[in-house]
């Protein structure tokens, strides 16, 4: 991210977009203006923004439908201005990509809270660590042991000492199986002669913190009697 997010403004009624502006440019953001569902496309491109601001009601067109083009294009995190706050919009909103929405009236500063929330969440581990140091990508999971973060879906997953160093350790030999001895010796310690339930519970726990279905595990796979395979990561974990 650049050190001044382009926050794409996509509105057409200046009486919004004109002050809300200004407050984005005294907070340190960069807004590139945009009035129409066409300009917003075009802006999109150009602009290559940190986050899009994006009114329902434009002129030439939906949002919604601005919303779901962008989506086809980007990641880019966007949160949605309606007039309309009934829960169907908002539903809709959100079932199109939408990150966030926003019924309007709103105040300036609630918005830019809410674009400095999203942007502490979807900041990539890359950037934050300043050079993509070590980390491991298995589809929308991130794992970074430099710095001991993971990521899921975009978003920071807490975990616990042990469940970092558990999930660490079955990733770094990602698509063979690691011993139940292994794992607790590694995880625990060398000397350990407790039960190994304690490891099928932080498994049981790691796996629900990852949205893992043991029965289908996207994750990982038990391998019954040996120990545990972690799913084998995507091409671009470099
Ligand atoms: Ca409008």
Known sequence: MAAVPVVLLV??????????????MREGFAPVLAGTAADAIRRFEESAPDVVILDVGLPDGDGRDVCRE???????????????????????????????????PFSSGEVIARIRAILRRVTPIAAADGAGVDRQVFGDLVIAPG??????????????RKEFD??????????????????????????????????????????????????????????????????EPEGDGG
């Open 147 to 160: 710095s001991r973060r993971v990521r899921l879906r975009g978003e920071d997953l807490p975990l616990s």
């Open 70 to 104: 962008l989506r086809r294009r980007s990641t880019v995190p966007i949160i949605m201005l309606t007039a309309r706050g009934t829960e169907t919009d908002r539903i809709v909103g959100l079932e199109l990509g939408a990150d966030d929405y926003v019924v309007k």
């Open 11 to 24: 509105e057409d009624e200046l009486s919004i977009a004109e002050p809300f502006s200004g407050a984005l």
């Open 166 to 231: 558990l999930l660490a350790c079955l990733a770094r030999d990602a698509g063979r199986v690691v011993r139940r001895e292994e794992l607790m010796s590694e995880v625990w310690d060398e000397n350990w002669f407790g039960s190994t339930k304690t490891l099928d519970v932080h498994i049981g726990w790691l796996r629900r913190k990852l949205g893992d279905d043991p029965a289908a595990p996207r994750y990982i796979h038990t391998v019954r009697g040996v120990g545990f395979r972690f799913a």
